[in-house]
């Protein structure tokens, strides 16, 4: 079964960074694609970045230029640099594959103040 555990997430002033991670167990990481995904209260959950398994990249535009989205195979991981973080960026970040087709993790919470 495969689990996913984000982690990185805190309380941030505006103009600020941070780093999320997310460690996926249970499945051949190495081969697949990877989103971060984010949902602020009373929104769609949406996608925010993602990076297939040879390491393209895309962003949405309300993050492009600001969030970098990055991988480590040996670590079964995938990592969101977060920098010039906004107060619209307040949201609980996930991450998962293409189209969310596994069980969504707890989420890591960003807050950023104004």
């Known amino acids: 079964q495969v689990q996913l555990v984000e982690s990185g997430g805190g309380l941030v002033q505006a103009g600020g960074s941070l780093r999320l991670s997310c460690v996926a167990s249970?499945?051949?990481?190495?081969?697949?694609?990877w989103g971060w995904y984010r949902q602020a209260p009373g929104k769609q959950r949406e996608l925010v970045a993602q990076?297939?398994?040879?390491?393209?990249?895309n962003y949405a535009d309300s993050v492009k230029g600001r969030f970098i989205i990055s991988r480590d195979n040996a670590k079964n991981t995938v990592y969101l640099q977060m920098n010039s973080l906004k107060p619209e960026d307040t949201a609980v970040y996930y991450c998962?594959?293409?189209?969310?087709?596994?069980?969504w993790g707890q989420g890591t919470q960003v807050t950023v103040s104004s």
């Open positions: 998962n594959a293409p189209f969310g087709v596994y069980d």
């Open positions: 249970g499945i051949i990481f190495r081969i697949k694609s």
């Open positions: 990076i297939t398994s040879s390491g393209s990249t």
